[in-house]
């Protein structure tokens, strides 16, 4: 079964590459417009050339910003609504992680950092569309990307963790405030091969793979299918949920 988005719109937030760069371009395959969202304009150029590849008859449009403005949203909504004609879909995917370490040498910055991109920010995206469209419209469909890491805990990551257990709580709050119009889901990946994750898989992709119980380390496609069957009809009476989607890595 094809899976259709055709007639939505989709706003993607880190869409320029990793999990964010493949759930636009799936989206775009499904037939959805899409905007994409993030700090480099060069690397959003790229994104959108690549996704207009495989999706020629796609609209791909793109938006520069920090995700640590709060204030962008708002005013990026705005304008996507008016170039779009509408809003559909959202994918919080946008996230930062400048510490590694145990938690107790975090730094107050860093703290600030990482729950304003990871938290606040996706906050104040879901605010903007609900406010600016949703609310006295159609209603729609808001996608958090959250992570495994929220779910359980560990060394080296932990605050990053905390911000991703605040995404899961937020994802469930929404869902139950913004239903009837809005269902609202979450993604929590377990380890993804992205540009983040290079030094670690290249490393150590043979030993890490051999822990899982589906021998293998995540693929970004293994996200942007989740992503794409929760912004479907198929999940229609699917709110609140968080889809772990780890190779079965909670598991052991």
Known sequence: MDISLVG????????????????????????ADVVIFSRREESLIKARDEI???????????RVGNASDLDLPFSVVESVISEMGRLDILVNNAATNPHYGPILTVSKEQMEKILTVNVVSLMRWTQAVWDLHWKDGTGGTVINIAS????SVGSGIGFYNVSKAAVIHLTKQLAAEMGPKVRVNSIAPGLVRTDMAKVLVDSYEEALASTLPLRRIGETPDIANTALFLA???????????LVVDGGALLV
């Open 232 to 242: 479907s009809s198929l999940s229609e009476w699917i709110t609140g949920a968080n």
């Open 148 to 151: 495994i890491g929220g779910m």
């Open 8 to 31: 939505k719109v989709a706003v993607v937030t880190g869409g320029s590459r990793g999990i964010g760069f493949e759930i636009a371009k799936t989206f775009a395959v499904a037939g």
């Open 52 to 62: 207009l590849e495989v999706a020629p008859l796609a609209r791909i449009s793109y």
